[in-house]
């Protein structure tokens, strides 16, 4: 069915085998076909034909013992002889009774005693006298159903029964009973025939007498047994390509070949098997035709189809037997197929020599193209691959050549490829690529080394931090302990000095009273040079006593404030006035400084006096000859400010800090030139502390030395619960008016004031009760 063919029509009606060279082939037309010298005769265009083959194709050809060409037509039949190329018409004749029953011979057929049958649509006719045209007629029970298309087939059996393959079931025929059976679908029963339409017949290779293989157009294959009357159906379920079954030809190899819709089909009756074949194996197209099927000389086989004719020896189609190689073609890493060629390729060799490759992490879509190199039905030729590591199990793909992988996490892969020939003969090793894909830096085994050790070191770290703030807690803690203890002894000390020193006073009034009242008494002055030694000493015991009592009762918090508001200038001047005659003996100058000449100050005289005398007492002590004793007061803005400044020995830097600590003394040795106990300062501290002032000492070693006194003025109003309010009035020692003229009046010293006190103005009584 191809212009270049020069065969027209659509459909092959029947196909016959005239000898080596010469088919006959039926469509509308009849051709005659010369394979050798691919001449093709049209018999109904042929002017010079010998006779008429009717206007149409035959529906059926075949030829008789004697080889002449015997053929169904719509003009009857027509018996042809080669030789002579002449031939002969049976034709239908209304009048002649004994002639072709009808005019339209479906079929025609050449049973086991040469005898020619021809089927029509009411009667299966013999013919009888093949010169004169007689021909003996059955009548069938139904006429058979006119199909433009499909006409009957027919079998003899080696009983001589006949069978007739229609569209309406199939028919056995028996001469001699003249007798006609009709085997139909019934789809109440299983084993009858699952399609009337029947299009062959063919008897089974090995058991021709007993079984018969039936092609239906849409019920597959039917395997009919004759004796027990039964159909077994073979479809696409059991591997028929397709259910329209045309044409069926047995081979010598017992196998039946079967042409359908779908392709052709080699079955093996014996174990049920079908081999199909399609348009890849070479076949005209996947379609056949109803009739045009026509087994040939020395087993040949034709069948014809919508796009032409196939005709092959069943023997020479066998298997592809060689596995095929297996190549990788292609790589693509993206949409970018990668060649050795291109600068820094990955590649070194093309692919198919490659057997290890290295990518990067960042190859999003990697994809593989192979290849079987089988070319017999390249597209027929399977492929199976599998990604070890990320694949468990192959991926058939069919005859796609190509695998694609999405996202391969960094790791080591192998790349298997295998495939078949046409004929599914498989190369289980295929082909094999090693695949590695690299991780990225932080994702390296160094990568996670680096994490292990700062891990650690973080850890590390936490520890040794933790570790530290524990052992600093603890020091403090320790620290605390220490000081607390160290308080509590210092306590615990001064409580035993203070209980101590208060056992020590009364005994030491006695003993200085004691020596009062000798030295008053009228003894020699040698002695009396004696005794004033040991009342010095004993004064300056019982100062030292005092002053332990002073200090461990401000401990106590039980040391009141007595204040009243004076003059401080007049108040300090006549303090440090009364050092006047020690300065001299010891050659030193004394010299007063103030800007103003009245300056009011709430204090207690009496602890202002013993602030005031420990500071000028020290400085005394710590000057040498020629040197200078300097008191300066003045105010600055809401403060008053009161320094003492010697030129004496100076302390050290380092030891400043310490001096106003209980006992410290800045050479503390016991061959010290300097009498003391180094209290004094100590209780300076505090009783400037009670008076809500505050001291501090300059020094330069070896130049002297200078103690600044700051007291706030007015501060004191706050705490009243301290203060004890005293009229000034009451108090002639400190009236203003009185201080006021000492100042005025330089000369005259704190000692002569005394005197004038106690000269001028009543005496004194005490009185001593308990
Ligand atoms: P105490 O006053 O109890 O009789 P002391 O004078 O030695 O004994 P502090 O007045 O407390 O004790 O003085 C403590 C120490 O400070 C002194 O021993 C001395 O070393 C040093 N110091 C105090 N004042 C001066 C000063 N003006 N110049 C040099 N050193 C001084
Ligand atoms: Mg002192």
Redesign the pocket.
Known sequence: NDPSSRITGFSIRSILQENDDIIWISTDVLYKWNRRTGEIKDFETDSNRPDDFGNTGPWSMIKSYDGKIWTATTEGVFRYDPTTEKSRQYKFNPADTLGLPQKEAFAVFEDHQKNIWVATQNYFSKLIDLDKGIFKSFAYQTPLPYNQRVRPVIYQDKKGLFWIGTRNGLLVFDQYNQTFFTYKNDPTKKFTLNNDNINSICPDPANPDKILWLGTSGGGLNKFNIDEGTFAHFTESEGLPNNVVYGILPDRNGNLWLSTNKGLSKFNPKKNIFRNYDVLDGLQSNEFNTGAFYLGKNGEMFFGGIKGLNYFYPDNVKDNPYIPRIVLTKLKLGDDVITVKKNNSILHKTISETTKLLLTYDEDVITFEFAALDFSAPRKNRYAYKLENFNKDWIYSGSVRSATFTHLPPGKYIFRVKGTNNDGIWNETGVALELIITPPWWSTIWAYLVYLTLFLLILYFIRSYELNRLRLKNQLKLEKVETDTLRNLDHLKSSFFANISHEFRTPLTLILGQIESVMSSDIATKEKGKLQIANRNARRLLT?IN?ILDLSKLEAGSMELKAEQHNIVSFLKSIFYSFESLAESKKITLKFESDLSNIPLKFDPDKMEKIIC?LI???L???SENGEIKVSIMVISNKIKIIVK?T????PENRLPH?FDRF????SSITRE?????????L?KELIELHKGSIYAK?KFGE??E?IIDFPRGELNSENNLLVEINDENISFTDNEYLHDLHDDSEITMSEENQLLKTGQKEIVLIVED
């Open positions: 030292l002053q420990n007492s020290n400085a002590k710590f000057t010697d004496g020995i100076g302390i001096i410290y003394q800045v050479d300097y009498e003391g106990t180094g209290i004094g300062l100590a300076t020094s002297g030395t103690f």
